[in-house]
């Protein structure tokens, strides 16, 4: 080989093993670079203290084919020489013994208990309550405002696994449609769906939104909602229940309610739709305490009842056994008492409209000024109340005894000399029973009549007097504005008594100002010793003055017997008018 091809040779040979050499060094390079960012791309290296680190974690507990609930997590970590884990971004979904359920707990971060199965969360916790429904519902419409939910914030959870419990002693706040509150610790149970405050409950019911509380001031709306506080609460999501255990007391501007205990019941829309509050373990009974324009009332029973309608207003109010109530309005002072009563209310303006009561039924009204008293005694008594006005509440317009019923008017007690009345100053009483009661009332509210129907009895008590009675078919008793009666009247077969007096007539007419009563049809009167009989005769009680006119015939008994006689007989005498006084026995 020539020396020439030789260098050729070499010179090919050393530039083929630069080229390899090159390519070596460029797949190392790259391999290498790979391996850089891959290393750069690789989760860091578990801590020391940690054995295994997994991402997208779910359990879950079920009974059967029931899935109970599920609790996701995000990321879980397990450290070394500990039988807990770490689960981030934990959410809990409760779907109950029946499915029907969809309540959910979310919260940051939670440590996993391997031994006992308890999620200990020391974070905010918040829990929402609807059924599996309303969640579907909600995610159609997505509409915030349209949710029926229960939403709950608090801290320091602890979720037990085995039995689906989860609980904290920390401060509480919830918020559901038409109302929120805040209480100290919760328990939530997961196969009822059922949760419970644990104490220092607060609860704030808001009336729903209308066009006419849009119009009102902020002042206004802030005294709309009603407070109830109470010792714990126990709160049924499905069942819509709210049972608050007390002492309880529930308040609003003007009204007041003190009970053992109250059930909330709301309706599909989480409205107020009844409350029942009862005695509870202390025994007491639930009362009712009201401040209105009108003055100032109260009304106590075993149970208390009120109905709501969806607009937030109340339609009706019950008590049932031991009934209680009374008023004071600066004019009079009113006190009722019943077995059961039912008080139903006009809507949206909560004016009372008929208030029924049942059982030993006793009213008692006095009046202030005057000291003029009122007690109504029956078994059943209808109320109805006029229609009321913006400005003021319903008047009672007619009252009405479902049965035999009696009244009985107490006289002011007299001032010292009035004429006609007892040294001693003792009042007068008034009593009239019969088979029915009827009482009207005129546009201020004030009796100003009342109507007695069947076996009409009127008894009038006078200290130092025999007891004057009267009888009748029916009869009609004018009122006083204060309380009192003004006139009597007494309707077919009328008879009377005053000790050895009696009387009888078609009519009877009795004036309480002039202490006069009038007997007309038929008229008759008679003592121990005489006998009046005449179309018409009136009495005047305080002068002892007796009238008889139109064809009077008067006997005289005590004639009889007496002197030179052809036959025992009374002596008689006619005459057109006849006037005599009872007191001194002149005629």
């Not at 029916?474 to 309380?483: E, F, H, M, R, T």
């Not at 006998?531 to 002892?544: D, K, L, N, V, W």
Request: proline letters at 4%; hydrophobic letters at 35%; glycine letters at 10%.
């Amino acid at each position: 080989m020539k020396r020439s091809e030789a260098a050729k040779y070499a010179r090919w040979s050393a530039a083929t093993a630069l080229l390899l050499a090159s390519l070596t060094a460029g797949v190392y390079l790259e391999r290498k670079w790979v391996a850089h960012r891959e290393k750069e791309k690789a989760p860091p290296p578990a801590p020391r203290d940690v054995t295994r680190l997994e991402s997208g974690i779910t359990f879950s507990k079920a009974a059967g084919n029931q899935k109970i609930f599920t609790v996701e997590a995000s990321k879980a970590t397990d450290f070394k020489d500990k039988d807990a884990s770490l689960l981030e971004d934990v959410k809990i979904t409760i779907f109950g013994k029946t499915g029907e359920r969809h309540d959910t707990i979310h919260t940051q971060s939670c440590q996993y208990e391997k031994v006992g199965g308890s999620i200990l969360c020391s974070g905010e916790v918040q829990f929402d309550l609807e059924s599996a429904a309303e969640a579907e519902r909600a995610a159609k419409k997505r509409d915030k405002g349209a949710e029926q939910k229960v939403h709950v914030e608090t801290r320091g959870v602890t979720f037990n696994r085995a039995t689906g419990t989860a609980r904290t002693d920390r401060p509480v706040k919830f918020v559901f449609p038409n109302g929120n509150g805040e209480a100290v610790g919760v328990e939530y149970h997961s196969e009822e769906g059922a949760l419970r405050l644990l104490r220092d409950v607060n609860l704030f019911l808001t009336p729903p939104a209308s066009n006419a509380a849009a119009k009102k001031t902020a002042k206004e709306r802030a005294q709309d909602p009603v407070h109830l506080a109470g010792r714990s609460l126990d709160f049924g999501r499905d069942s819509r229940t709210m049972r608050l255990l007390g002492p309880v007391e529930a308040e609003t501007r003007t009204a007041r309610l003190l009970a053992g205990e109250l059930t909330l019941t709301l309706d599909s829309s989480f409205r107020a739709e009844k409350l029942v509050a009862t005695p509870g373990a202390d025994r007491k009974k639930p009362q009712v305490e009201y401040q209105g324009t009108g003055g100032q009332a109260d009304l106590s029973a075993e149970t208390l009842t009120a109905h709501f309608a969806p607009g937030g207003w109340l339609i009706r109010l019950e008590g049932a056994g031991g009934v209680q109530g009374s008023r004071r309005s600066g004019e009079e002072d009113d006190e009722f008492s019943a077995e059961n009563a039912w008080l139903e209310l006009q809507p949206r303006v909560g004016h009372p409209k008929e208030l029924n009561l049942k059982g030993n039924v006793l009213l008692k009204t006095k009046a202030e000024q005057t000291g003029e008293a009122r007690m109504l005694q029956t078994n059943a008594l209808l109320v109805a109340f006029a229609e009321g006005t913006k400005g003021g509440g319903g008047k009672p317009k007619r009252a009405e005894t479902l049965g035999a019923g009696s009244i009985e008017w107490t006289d002011a007690a007299p001032q010292s000399g009035t004429p006609g009345t007892p040294s001693n100053g003792a009042a007068a009483r008034t009593k009239l029973r019969a088979d029915k009661l009827e009482m009207e009332f005129g546009d201020e509210g004030k009796a100003k009549q009342l109507v007695a129907t069947g076996n009409v009895l009127t008894e009038r008590a006078v200290t130092g007097k025999p007891l004057q009675t009267a009888t009748a078919q029916s009869g009609v008793a004018q009122l006083l504005a204060s309380g009192g009666w003004s006139q009597m009247d007494l309707q077919g077969d009328v008879r009377l008594k005053e000790g050895e007096r009696s009387g009888q007539a078609d009519h009877a007419v009795f004036v309480r100002a002039t202490q006069t009563a009038l007997l007309t049809g038929k008229a008759l009167a008679r003592d121990a010793t005489t006998e009046t009989q005449a179309p018409r005769i009136s009495f005047a009680q305080t002068t002892g003055e007796i009238r008889a006119e139109g064809g009077v015939r008067s006997t005289d008994f005590s004639t009889k017997g007496s002197g030179a006689q052809l036959a025992e007989a009374p002596a008689s005498i006619s005459s057109d008018t006849m006037q005599a006084n009872s007191k001194t026995g002149r005629a």
